[in-house]
């Protein structure tokens, strides 16, 4: 029985040590000690030598088990780090030995050493001192082995093909994982040029550092006064606002743009190539604004442009051959491509978005409009249920003569003339603009089938437009000036503007020098000059568009300039009277 019992307790003793081969069911009671592992090579203070040209190098460590007690597995760690430090939980870099970490051995590949000491801040092309350590690790039990040892890193210091923007100043605060992506410009060739560029709103009294990666470990940015510098403070702004932030790792140098606004500039909007219609910021690098774009009279399209803080050297394009991609045309040259003017096929009411997020800027038009149901037969314009104009129809397309229109008036659309046919409604106000006094005065709107009524902003001379087929239409005067010159000297002309009178009548008074031409002007559209073989010199009579010059002041003074256009402004007749 004796025998039998201490059978038992010996298998029981040879299960138990076999059991201890395999950790993961290991039970840690028990005392037991582990050793430290002994380290055979690199030998203390080594140096390594990182080249470039050889960046697949592997650099090889060796050391001696360590042991347990208990005859429990272990494991291993290979850790380098800075000279000095006694915090295993975050080395510069660590890997695992061979077999899974079951090894007494274990290599680093050069470009990955190089990588990690670049991102711990270690200069390129110097020799740093620095520590590896094995790590051997049984169960929770962990022994540390240490040694000294010097790395020259690569001759040149890492660029990074990526960079993105994180800290208390932007819109992700310091969620790095959120990191803000900046875009990387090529040249023609699509070759890095090492160039970066975000649009984004940034905080004054906060600040930022651009990050290689949206992770730790990574190359950190900061720098002060438009020098960027590895590890540097992060970097702050004066004035809180959106803008446009460029990294150029070639020169180590950072530039702060502020955007006051993007806006769309062209054909398309109020004022033409002169005007400027602002969009809103959304955030996340994209801006906005609900408008109206309009093809241009006599055009089959219309053409636009966005463009930063009103100047000209900072236009964003169409890149040629794309729906909606968008490239700086000072940028473009460089990069080898194409870029066009944005076109603009149907007049309407649209969501203009602006999108400079990502690596590639975007814009997108989509149109507000539901169109009416039909193109009626015929419109009229009514005037407190009257009617005072009939509409011309060319396609879809429905346009009036130049109708002189009073603000205080209610006015309506109709299929009849007498009011009982189909109705059709703006909520649009009819001149009512930011640039009312510019030569040539012009925006989009949109109407609808319904009944309703509609007004004009202030008394002008109109003409209206409304497109079927799009729910669109647009609203067009002009704004007339005296122009007054020597004949010796058309540059130092003057050009005074003249003040719209209902109905169809514009009037200045003015001081005139004798000898001096004069023509009635809406640059350069209406040019109101004297008939063919007419008389010049007479203080009254007919005018056309296209005329010659009139000269019919002999004695300098103050006088009154007065003109009376007809709908098509093709023909007019003036007086000039001394005061």
């Given at each position: 029985m004796?025998?039998?019992y201490?059978?038992?307790?010996?298998?029981l003793?040879?299960?138990?040590?076999?059991?201890c081969?395999?950790?993961?069911?290991?039970?840690?009671?028990?005392n037991w000690?582990?050793?430290?592992?002994?380290?055979?090579?690199?030998?203390?203070?080594?140096e390594?030598?990182?080249?470039e040209?050889?960046?697949?190098?592997?650099?090889y460590f060796?050391?001696?088990?360590?042991?347990?007690?208990?005859?429990f597995?272990?494991?291993?760690?290979?850790?380098?780090?800075?000279?000095?430090?006694?915090?295993?939980?975050?080395?510069?870099?660590?890997?695992?030995?061979?077999?899974?970490?079951?090894?007494?051995?274990a290599?680093i590949q050069?470009?990955?050493?190089?990588?990690?000491?670049?991102?711990?801040g270690?200069p390129?092309?110097e020799?740093?001192?620095?520590?590896?350590?094995?790590?051997?690790i049984?169960q929770?039990?962990?022994?540390?082995?240490?040694?000294?040892?010097?790395?020259?890193?690569f001759?040149?210091?890492?660029?990074?093909?990526?960079?993105?923007?994180?800290?208390?100043?932007t819109?992700?605060?310091?969620?790095?994982s959120?990191?803000?992506?900046?875009r990387?410009?090529?040249?023609?060739?699509?070759?890095?040029?090492?160039?970066?560029?975000a649009?984004?709103?940034?905080?004054?009294?906060?600040?930022f550092?651009i990050?290689s990666?949206?992770?730790?470990p990574?190359?950190?940015?900061?720098?002060e006064?438009?020098?960027?510098?590895?590890?540097g403070?992060?970097?702050?702004?004066?004035e809180?606002?959106?803008?446009?932030?460029?990294?150029n790792?070639?020169?180590?140098t950072?530039?702060?743009?502020?955007?006051?606004h993007?806006s769309?500039?062209?054909?398309?909007?109020?004022?033409?190539?002169?005007?400027?219609?602002?969009l809103?910021?959304?955030?996340?690098?994209?801006?906005?604004?609900?408008m109206f774009?309009?093809v241009?009279?006599?055009?089959?399209?219309?053409?636009f442009?966005?463009?930063?803080?009103?100047?000209?050297?900072y236009?964003?394009?169409?890149?040629?051959g794309?729906?909606?991609?968008?490239y700086?045309?000072?940028?473009?040259?460089?990069?080898?491509?194409?870029?066009?003017?944005?076109?603009?096929?149907?007049?309407?009411?649209?969501?203009v978005?602006?999108?400079?997020?990502?690596?590639?800027?975007?814009?997108n038009l989509?149109?507000?409009?539901?169109a009416?149901?039909?193109?009626?037969?015929?419109?009229?314009?009514l005037e407190?249920?009257?009617?005072?104009?009939?509409?011309?129809l060319?396609?879809?397309?429905f346009?009036?003569?130049?109708l002189?229109?009073?603000?205080?008036?209610?006015y309506?659309l109709?299929?009849?003339e007498d009011g009982?046919?189909t109705?059709?409604?703006?909520?649009?106000?009819?001149?009512?603009?930011?640039s009312?006094?510019?030569?040539?005065?012009?925006?989009?709107?949109?109407?609808?089938?319904?009944p309703?009524?509609?007004?004009?902003?202030h008394?002008?001379?109109?003409?209206?437009?409304f497109?079927?087929?799009?729910g669109?239409?647009?609203?067009?005067y002009?704004?007339?000036?005296?122009?007054h010159?020597?004949?010796?000297?058309w540059d130092g002309?003057?050009e005074?503007?003249?003040?719209?009178?209902?109905?169809?009548?514009f009037?200045?008074?003015?001081?005139?020098?004798?000898?001096?031409?004069?023509?009635?002007?809406?640059?350069?559209?209406?040019?109101?000059?004297?008939?063919?073989?007419?008389?010049?010199?007479v203080?009254?009579?007919?005018?056309?568009?296209?005329?010659?010059?009139?000269?019919?002041?002999?004695?300098?003074?103050?006088?009154?300039?007065?003109?009376?256009?007809?709908s098509?402004y093709?023909?007019?007749?003036?007086?000039?009277?001394a005061?």
């Amino acid at each position: 029985m004796k025998k039998y019992y201490s059978y038992i307790l010996i298998c029981l003793s040879v299960f138990g040590l076999l059991s201890c081969e395999n950790d993961d069911n290991l039970d840690p009671i028990g005392n037991w000690e582990l050793s430290q592992p002994e380290l055979i090579s690199p030998e203390e203070g080594e140096e390594l030598l990182l080249q470039e040209d050889r960046a697949n190098e592997k650099f090889y460590f060796e050391w001696q088990e360590a042991v347990s007690t208990a005859g429990f597995q272990v494991r291993y760690e290979l850790q380098i780090d800075t000279l000095g430090s006694e915090d295993h939980d975050s080395p510069i870099i660590s890997v695992k030995s061979d077999n899974n970490g079951k090894a007494t051995s274990a290599s680093i590949q050069a470009s990955d050493l190089d990588l990690a000491l670049s991102y711990a801040g270690y200069p390129a092309n110097e020799s740093s001192e620095l520590e590896w350590t094995v790590v051997a690790i049984c169960q929770d039990t962990k022994t540390y082995a240490t040694r000294t040892l010097s790395v020259t890193r690569f001759e040149n210091e890492y660029v990074p093909n990526q960079l993105f923007i994180a800290g208390s100043a932007t819109e992700v605060g310091n969620d790095i994982s959120a990191a803000i992506p900046m875009r990387h410009l090529q040249n023609a060739s699509g070759a890095s040029t090492s160039i970066f560029e975000a649009y984004t709103s940034l905080e004054a009294g906060q600040t930022f550092s651009i990050y290689s990666r949206q992770e730790l470990p990574a190359h950190i940015y900061g720098g002060e006064e438009g020098v960027i510098e590895k590890n540097g403070n992060p970097i702050a702004v004066e004035e809180s606002g959106e803008y446009r932030i460029t990294v150029n790792l070639n020169d180590n140098t950072y530039t702060l743009w502020k955007i006051e606004h993007w806006s769309i500039v062209g054909s398309v909007i109020p004022n033409a190539w002169d005007g400027d219609e602002p969009l809103e910021y959304m955030g996340n690098g994209v801006w906005e604004t609900t408008m109206f774009l309009t093809v241009p009279n006599g055009e089959t399209t219309g053409a636009f442009v966005f463009r930063a803080n009103q100047d000209w050297g900072y236009l964003l394009k169409r890149i040629q051959g794309t729906s909606n991609e968008l490239y700086m045309e000072s940028q473009a040259g460089e990069a080898g491509i194409n870029i066009e003017d944005i076109p603009l096929n149907n007049s309407g009411e649209f969501t203009v978005t602006l999108d400079l997020s990502g690596d590639t800027y975007t814009y997108n038009l989509e149109s507000n409009l539901s169109a009416p149901s039909e193109t009626p037969s015929s419109l009229f314009l009514l005037e407190n249920g009257t009617s005072i104009a009939q509409f011309s129809l060319e396609g879809d397309t429905f346009t009036s003569a130049y109708l002189p229109l009073q603000a205080g008036v209610s006015y309506s659309l109709n299929s009849a003339e007498d009011g009982t046919g189909t109705s059709y409604f703006t909520s649009n106000i009819i001149g009512a603009t930011d640039s009312p006094d510019g030569d040539s005065v012009a925006a989009g709107m949109s109407f609808v089938e319904g009944p309703g009524e509609f007004s004009v902003d202030h008394d002008q001379a109109y003409k209206l437009t409304f497109n079927f087929a799009t729910g669109s239409g647009s609203w067009q005067y002009y704004n007339l000036k005296l122009f007054h010159w020597d004949p010796s000297n058309w540059d130092g002309r003057n050009e005074f503007a003249m003040t719209y009178v209902h109905p169809m009548q514009f009037t200045t008074t003015q001081n005139l020098e004798a000898g001096y031409n004069l023509k009635f002007n809406s640059p350069w559209d209406v040019q109101f000059g004297t008939p063919e073989g007419g008389d010049n010199s007479v203080m009254s009579g007919a005018l056309v568009n296209g005329g010659g010059d009139l000269n019919p002041i002999t004695q300098s003074g103050s006088y009154q300039a007065n003109i009376t256009v007809d709908s098509t402004y093709s023909n007019a007749t003036f007086e000039i009277i001394a005061e």
